[in-house]
C-alpha cells in the first residue's frame, strides 16, 4: 500500500513536529527516480533556446541555462524564481528531484528533532512542579 505524498508546503504552520514526521513517513519512494530538474524540457516546450532563457534570467550567454540543464550547477533563489516565471511552472515542478531529495532530508531531521525533544526531561520550577515551556 503506497502513502499519501503530503509536500512540505502544504503543512500548516501550526502542524506539530509529530505531525510532519507522521505525514513524511507514510510516503513512500517512487518507482522512477526524478531528475533534478527539467529545465530543458520546459524551456524546449516553450520553444526558447539556452541564449533566449539566458537573456530573459539576465545572463551573458546560455552557458549558465546550460550548466543549470546538465545538472552541474544549481541556480540561485532568485533564478529559480525568474524560471517559474518564465517558465509558466511552479519551482517545486521544475526542480522535481531536487525538491524530493530535499524533503526527505527534512523529514529525517524532523525524526531526529522529535526524538530529542522526547528525551529531554521538562524543566522543573522552583516549588519543585514542572514549569510551562515557551514555545
Given at each position: ?13 501550526s ?83 531536487l ?35 515557551n514555545?
Amino acid at each position: 500500500m503506497r502513502g499519501k505524498f503530503v509536500p512540505l508546503g502544504q503543512i500548516s504552520r501550526s502542524a506539530t513536529l509529530n505531525t510532519l514526521v507522521l505525514s513524511f513517513s507514510t510516503t513512500t519512494t517512487m518507482s522512477t527516480r526524478l531528475l533534478p530538474n527539467y529545465l530543458r524540457s520546459h524551456r524546449k516546450r516553450l520553444g526558447l533556446s539556452q541564449d533566449e532563457l539566458a537573456f530573459l534570467l539576465g545572463s551573458q550567454s546560455g552557458a549558465k541555462v546550460s550548466r543549470y540543464e546538465s545538472f552541474t550547477r544549481v541556480p540561485s533563489l532568485e533564478t529559480a524564481l525568474a524560471l517559474e516565471i518564465i517558465l509558466k511552472k511552479p519551482a517545486r515542478e521544475l526542480f522535481g528531484g531536487l525538491c524530493r531529495d530535499l524533503e526527505v532530508k527534512v523529514a529525517r531531521r524532523a525524526a531526529l528533532l522529535e526524538a530529542q525533544k522526547k528525551s529531554r526531561k521538562p524543566k522543573q520550577s522552583a516549588t519543585g512542579t514542572p514549569s510551562i515551556i515557551n514555545r
